[in-house]
Antibody, heavy 119, light 107 residues
């Protein structure tokens, strides 16, 4: 069973770049799709984007100009960078694994990490 | 962009009741729909994919149906441990939109 764990700073200043890493265990990152989702406090889920193991990416258009998702196969990790953050980017950030069955759906989630944007 | 609209936004039901949650897509998504359960303070958990396929380990009181634009999640007999917010997600389009969630409470 794939396990995922997010890591990174819990506090980021406005206008700076949020950087998170997801470490994958129980499976190789050199297959499948890998994704990021976020959830502002008390609100619903927002899909951020995903990366395919071959490196191709797809992002939420509302975030596309600020977001980068990339892989580090040597460490079995993938990462999220979100630039020019504001208080609206305060959220629990989840990483996830996409499985395939006539389409790529999100089956495993990390535990989530709260990132607060504040000076 | 495909919009996913869930109804109701919240509901209150008694233990043992049959609970129905609907999810409507703004355009057809075939059966590329998943349902997630998020208990308070916990990580979302996959319940159903392909609109109707139960994820391994999920109790059989949960079921899903639908295709195209209209989908349904049914809890056949509500249990206290089912208190949660339920989300649908489209995985048909490049933009993997979630519904806004349905909060289920015990009456």
């Amino acid at each position: 069973q794939v396990k995922l764990q997010e890591s990174g700073p819990g506090l980021v200043k406005p206008s700076e770049t949020l950087s998170l890493t997801c470490t994958v265990s129980g499976g190789s990152i050199s297959s499948y799709y890998w994704t990021w989702i976020r959830q502002p406090p008390g609100k619903g889920l927002e899909w951020i984007g995903y990366v395919y193991y071959r490196g191709s990416t797809n992002y939420n258009p509302s975030l596309k100009s600020r977001v980068t998702i990339s892989l580090d196969t040597s460490k079995n990790q993938f990462s999220l960078k979100l630039s020019s953050v504001t208080a609206a980017d305060t959220a629990v950030y989840y990483c996830g694994h996409l499985a395939y069955s006539s389409g790529w759906y999100l089956d495993y989630w990390g535990q989530g990490t709260l990132v607060t944007v504040s000076s | 962009d495909i919009q996913m609209t869930q109804s109701p936004s919240s509901l209150s039901a008694s233990v043992g009741d049959r609970v129905t949650i609907t999810c409507r897509a703004s355009q057809g998504i075939s059966s590329y729909l998943a349902w997630y359960q998020q208990k308070p303070g916990k990580v979302p958990k996959l319940l159903i994919y392909g609109a109707s396929t139960l994820q391994s380990g999920v109790p059989s009181r949960f079921s899903g149906s639908g295709s195209g634009t209209d989908f349904t999640l049914i809890i056949s007999s509500l249990q206290p441990e089912d208190i949660a917010t339920y989300y649908c997600q489209n995985y048909y389009s490049a933009l993997r939109t979630f519904g806004q969630g349905t909060k289920v409470e015990i009456k």
